[in-house]
């Protein structure tokens, strides 16, 4: 199985800051890897898919990157709407994994 | 508009069944490969299982494998997950999740319903 070892677990930001949030394979595959958002007491919501796409309707203060089995979700310039727990997961094969979550709260 | 509703959750005693659906609107079902992922009370998300548009092809976390079915009926637009032998383990939110792109699995789930709660407890 490949395992997602995401960090940090949990950062606190203010309104306006970069934040980035890392998810490292524990081996190399395409870059079928995916983020998502997910808000208290609903479910997740499809971020950034295939690594770097858009998924449609997602602001572009969003964005993805990949660099051998490191991957990253960036939010350029967080907003209130933001905080909230990001999960990467890869879709290579399965099962599919998905990483221990990144809580971002407010500073 | 694309709408996917599980019910099915409940409280059932540790050894017992339970079969979760999702009901499914708004895009062509027989189309698309669905996923079922989980989430235990203050955890993370965990896959659970998948299966293709035509229903051919199933896949399975191992933490659930031969234990837990899921099916679909391309008829009525319902996806299906089978819990048999449940444990105190896999008391968590149950999410049917949509493929989003097709019978391509790589890209993610853009579509999920609101989760049923699965207790299983004596």
């Known amino acids: 199985d490949i395992q997602m070892t995401q960090s940090p677990s949990s950062l606190s930001a203010s309104v306006g800051d970069r934040v980035t949030i890392t998810c490292r394979a524990s081996q190399r595959f395409n870059n079928y890897l995916n983020w998502y958002q997910q808000k208290p007491g609903k479910a997740p919501k499809l971020l950034i898919y295939?690594?770097?796409s858009l998924q449609s309707g997602v602001p572009s203060r969003f964005s993805g990157s990949a660099s051998g089995t490191d991957f990253t979700l960036t939010i350029s310039s967080l907003q209130p709407e933001d905080f909230a727990t990001y999960y990467c997961q890869q879709s290579y094969s399965t099962p599919r994994t998905f990483g221990q979550g990144t809580k971002v709260e407010i500073k | 508009e694309v709408q996917l509703l599980e019910s099915g959750g409940g409280l059932v005693q540790p050894g017992g069944s339970l079969r979760l659906s999702c009901a499914t609107s708004g895009f062509t079902f027989s189309s698309y490969a669905m996923s079922w992922v989980r989430q235990a009370p203050g955890k993370g998300l965990e896959w659970v299982s998948a299966?293709?548009?035509?229903?051919?092809?199933?896949y399975y976390a191992d933490s659930v494998k031969g234990r837990f079915t899921i099916s679909r009926d391309n008829s009525k637009n319902t996806l299906y997950l089978q819990m048999n032998s449940l444990r105190a383990e896999d008391t968590a939110v149950f999410y049917c999740?949509?493929?989003?792109?097709?019978?391509?699995?790589?890209?993610?789930?853009?579509?999920w319903g609101q989760g049923t709660l699965v207790t299983v407890s004596s």
């Open positions: 295939a690594a770097s």
């Open positions: 999740a949509k493929a989003t792109l097709g019978e391509n699995y790589n890209y993610g789930e853009d579509y």
């Open positions: 299966i293709s548009g035509s229903g051919d092809n199933t």
